[in-house]
T-cell receptor, first 114, second 115 residues
Framework: EAGVAQSPRYKIIEKRQSVAFWCNPISGHATLYWYQQILGQGPKLLIQFQNNGVVDDSQLPKDRFSAERLKGVDSTLKIQPAKLEDSAVYLC????????????FGPGTRLTVL | AQSVTQPDIHITVSEGASLELRCNYSYGATPYLFWYVQSPGQGLQLLLKYFSGDTLVQGIKGFEAEFKRSQSSFNLRKPSVHWSDAAEYFCAVPGKKSSGDKLTFGTGTRLAVRP
């Protein structure tokens, strides 16, 4: 079974530029999550999708971050414009809808904002 | 709000020694609890999870964890550490009693292994 795919793996940009990350979840997984992991901290949820609808985006800085999940499969997370404090690893995870289902994580995208 | 605390930021053990990583939770009811491991440059991999039933949970790579309600703890253990276990370990709890919900992670414990 293929895991969660993310691209790119690494990205370096200057502040005020824009950037986009892509995630392809495990086939059949209805729920998709984007987490932000700042160095030295645990991951923090940015947004959660159930199929193509948003379940929770309370922690998403909506003035600069946006995310979409077209057709309930792939997802894109965008930052525009980027700030220095956005430097982090962005992790995508997916899970089914059952009580026993677990979140499976992709390798992440490491973003450096200069 | 549900939360987990990992009191140890960094732990160093010798190869072959036993290991215990601490996790304390704050939750309104019997929680679901998870331990994940993150190797350098990798995503998070699930080691084990507790939902209900037997309070001693076996996981992958020889890890186990014990749920202790009286102490609000879910400590991770391994009897003999291997050099490949060097990584960062995260305890996590979901926002509601379902594994299909966002996870709240602790700050992590970084494990170093002495040869």
């Amino acid at each position: 079974e293929a895991g969660v795919a993310q691209s790119p793996r690494y990205k370096i940009i200057e502040k005020r530029q824009s950037v986009a990350f892509w995630c392809n979840p495990i086939s059949g997984h209805a729920t998709l999550y984007w987490y932000q992991q700042i160095l030295g901290q645990g991951p923090k949820l940015l947004i959660q999708f159930q199929n193509n609808g948003v379940v929770d985006d309370s922690q998403l800085p909506k003035d600069r971050f946006s995310a979409e999940r077209l057709k309930g499969v792939d997802s894109t997370l965008k930052i525009q414009p980027a700030k220095l404090e956005d430097s982090a690893v962005y992790l995508c995870a997916s899970s089914g809808q059952g009580v026993a289902d677990t979140q499976y994580f992709g390798p992440g995208t490491r973003l450096t904002v200069l | 709000a549900q939360s987990v605390t990992q009191p140890d930021i960094h732990i160093t053990v010798s190869e072959g020694a036993s290991l215990e990583l601490r996790c304390n939770y704050s939750y309104g009811a019997t929680p679901y609890l998870f331990w994940y491991v993150q190797s350098p440059g990798q995503g998070l991999q699930l080691l084990l999870k507790y939902f209900s039933g037997d309070t001693l949970v076996q996981g992958i790579k020889g890890f186990e964890a014990e749920f202790k309600r009286s102490q609000s703890s879910f400590n991770l253990r391994k009897p003999s550490v291997h050099w490949s276990d060097a990584a960062e370990y995260f305890c996590a709890v979901p926002g509601k009693k379902s594994s299909g919900d966002k996870l709240t992670f602790g700050t992590g414990t970084r494990l170093a292994v002495r040869p």
